[in-house]
C-alpha cells in the first residue's frame, strides 16, 4: 500500500529526494513520516507531516537539512534531503498513521509501512 523510492548512492553533500506513493486506500487524513534503520542500529526517525500538511516535526539530525511535504491529491509524500552526510546511509522507510501526539517519532506508533529504500552517501 505504501511504496517508496527515490533511494540512490550520492556524495556527501549532494541531495535526493524520496517519494512515497501509497495505494489501494487512501492516506489523506493520515499523518506520513519517514523512519530509517543503518546497519545494526534500531529504527530512527527523520520526520513527520500531519495529515493537512501544516505541521511538521523533525529529527534534530535532520532539521535544517531535510524537508518532509505531501501532495494528498497525489497520496505521495516526499522526502527533500540536501547537504547529505554518510551518517545518513541507511534504509529509508515511509509509515502512515494517526499516532498519538506525543509518540508521533515511535515507529510502534505506525501500522503502515513501505517496503524502504536504500540511501548511500559516500566520503
Known amino acids: 500500500q505504501l511504496q517508496a523510492s527515490g533511494g540512490g548512492l550520492v556524495q556527501a553533500g549532494g541531495s535526493l529526494r524520496l517519494s512515497c506513493a501509497a495505494s489501494g486506500r487512501t492516506f489523506g487524513t493520515y499523518s506520513l513520516a519517514w523512519f530509517r534503520q543503518a546497519p545494526g542500529k534500531e529504527r530512527e526517525f527523520v520526520a513527520v507531516?500531519?495529515?493537512?500538511?501544516?505541521?511538521?516535526s523533525y529529527a534534530d539530525s535532520a532539521k535544517g537539512r531535510f524537508t518532509i511535504s505531501r501532495d494528498n491529491a497525489k497520496n505521495t509524500v516526499y522526502l527533500q534531503m540536501n547537504s547529505l552526510k554518510p551518517e545518513d546511509t541507511a534504509v529509508y522507510y515511509c509509515?502512515?498513521?494517526?499516532?498519538?501526539?506525543?509518540?508521533?517519532?515511535?515507529?510502534?506508533?505506525?501500522?503502515?509501512w513501505g517496503q524502504g529504500t536504500q540511501v548511500t552517501v559516500s566520503s
Open positions: 509509515a502512515a498513521d494517526v499516532p498519538p501526539i506525543k509518540l508521533y517519532s515511535d515507529y510502534e506508533s505506525y501500522d503502515y
Open positions: 507531516i500531519n495529515w493537512s500538511g501544516r505541521s511538521t
